[in-house]
C-alpha cells in the first residue's frame, strides 16, 4: 500500500482537525477552531474523495484516541459520507508503544517493531495506507523514515 498523509495545517506549522476551538488546549495552546470556518463544499468533496482511496488507516495513539471517541462511536453510519463510511469499514493500526484496549471495531494496535510493521503493511498490494492527521506518532520518531 502507497503510504499516504492528510493534514490540516495552517502556514506556521498549526496542525488541527475540525473539533473547534477547545479541540486540544495541550501545553496552553490557545489557537483551537482555526480550521473549522474555512472548511467548505470543496473541501468537503475533497476529503470525501481522500478517505474512499484509503485501504487501511494508520493511526499515533493520540489521533486515534481522538478519532474513536467520535468516529468510532457512530452507531450507524450515515449514508452518502464516504469519510464516515471509510472509517467505519477499512481496517485501523495503532502505531503505539504504550498499552491500549482498542475498542474501535476493526483495530490492530502496532507495538514492538513498530518500523518493520508499518513497512509489511506498505508491502500489501492495494490502496492507500492513510495516516489522518497523526503529526506526531508518540515515542514512534521513526515512523516519518516510511514516507521516504
Do not use: H
Request: with cysteine; aromatic share 10%; hydrophobic share 40%.
Amino acid at each position: 500500500m502507497k503510504l499516504a498523509m492528510t493534514t490540516m495545517v495552517s502556514v506556521d506549522g498549526v496542525m488541527q482537525g475540525l473539533g473547534g476551538p477547545d479541540e486540544d488546549r495541550r501545553g496552553g495552546f490557545s489557537r483551537g477552531g482555526w480550521s473549522t470556518p474555512l472548511f467548505d463544499k470543496e473541501t468537503a468533496t475533497a476529503m470525501n474523495e481522500i478517505y474512499a482511496r484509503a485501504e487501511a488507516f494508520l493511526f499515533g495513539r493520540w489521533t486515534y484516541d481522538v478519532f474513536a471517541g467520535s468516529w468510532g462511536a457512530i452507531k450507524e453510519v450515515p449514508p452518502n459520507n464516504p469519510v464516515a463510511e471509510a472509517l467505519a469499514t477499512k481496517p485501523k493500526y495503532v502505531a503505539s508503544k504504550s498499552p491500549i484496549d482498542p475498542k474501535w471495531a476493526n483495530t490492530t494496535v502496532l507495538s514492538g517493531d513498530i518500523l518493520a510493521k508499518v513497512r509489511d503493511l506498505k508491502a500489501i498490494r492495494g490502496g492507500e495506507l492513510q495516516v489522518p492527521g497523526s503529526g506526531k506518532f508518540e515515542r514512534c520518531e521513526e515512523i516519518p523514515l516510511l514516507f521516504e
